[in-house]
């Protein structure tokens, strides 16, 4: 083979090589959380420009397996009095921070089969999360504890809506008069319909498969200690978004 080829193959598999390693770097540094969508995104704010599938080989190649989001299943739509109606009616867009509010809680199980239970905001223009608590109860005090939070750290003008569930949490007498008090628009999906808040579903969804479903949690100091790493150190400034044209909501919001 002339030298020129040879020079040739050998620069190609020197960068693939390189290349190579700044996919397991990535993928790796955050436990096999990005599948290569999201690798590739990462690259290219590296300066590394590659195709999807280009992308994809490499990591078949390196037997790099994302971390698998379990779709949810279908639900049964039930019915209760419903308090405050659907102003958001599935619009799941904001011009500007701090317009648009969603909530909602969810469970998680202890190492030793305890149940605990989150609740957290987030904000519909960039999809950070205003505010997460964590607790044994699910309380409206939870609730209105993660409000009260999310109010003092990012200041709302009146007016803002926030939109949950129908939960008794949020349709008590305390979290109700607490919205109205601070001139807070509630908003609820219909009965049964968790479809009228995919923000929150799709990111607890993520938080538990990405995440804490890979850890035993001993007690709510841990489950605090593993979400807040998950919001403020990844999901904030590493995890891309569909919804944000590929933006992190870090980057969404400081643009």
């Known amino acids: ?49 590659l195709s999807l599938l280009t992308v994809h080989k490499y990591m078949k190649a390196l037997n790099l397996k994302s971390i698998s989001f379990r779709k949810r ?25 701090n317009l648009k509010w969603c909530t909602d809680f969810t ?8 149940m605990m239970y989150n609740c957290c905001i987030l904000d519909l223009h960039d999809r950070s999360v205003m505010a997460s608590r964590s607790s044994t109860n699910i309380t409206a005090d939870l609730a209105i504890e ?11 003008t009146a007016g803002l ?8 949490q949020y349709t008590s007498k305390a ?23 995919v923000p929150m579903e799709s990111f607890y969804g993520k938080l538990k498969s990405e995440h804490l479903n890979h850890y035993n949690i001993k007690n709510i100091y841990n489950l605090n200690e593993l979400t807040n790493d998950y919001i403020f150190r990844y999901y904030h400034h590493k ?17």
Do not use: W
């Open 175 to 197: 979290f109700t008069t607490f919205c109205r008090f601070n001139k807070i628009q509630q908003s609820m999906s219909r009965a049964g319909c968790p479809y009228d808040n």
């Open 73 to 97: 299943p279908n639900y049964v739509k039930g019915t209760s009095h419903k308090v405050f109606k659907n102003l958001l009616n599935r619009d799941f867009t904001a011009p500007k921070k």
């Open 239 to 255: 995890r891309p978004h569909s919804s944000l044209g590929r933006l992190t909501p870090f980057e969404k919001r400081y643009l």
């Open 107 to 114: 469970y998680i199980h202890s190492s030793n089969g305890k």
């Open 161 to 168: 809506m926030l939109h949950s569930d129908q939960g008794s």
């Open 1 to 49: 083979m002339p030298n020129y080829l040879k020079c040739r193959k050998s620069a190609y598999n020197e960068k693939k090589q390189c290349v190579q390693n700044q996919i397991k770097e990535i993928f790796h540094s955050e436990n096999g959380k990005m599948g290569y969508r999201m690798i590739k995104l990462s690259l290219e704010k590296q300066g590394t420009n």
């Open 146 to 156: 993660t409000l009260t939070e999310a109010i003092q750290t990012h200041k709302p």
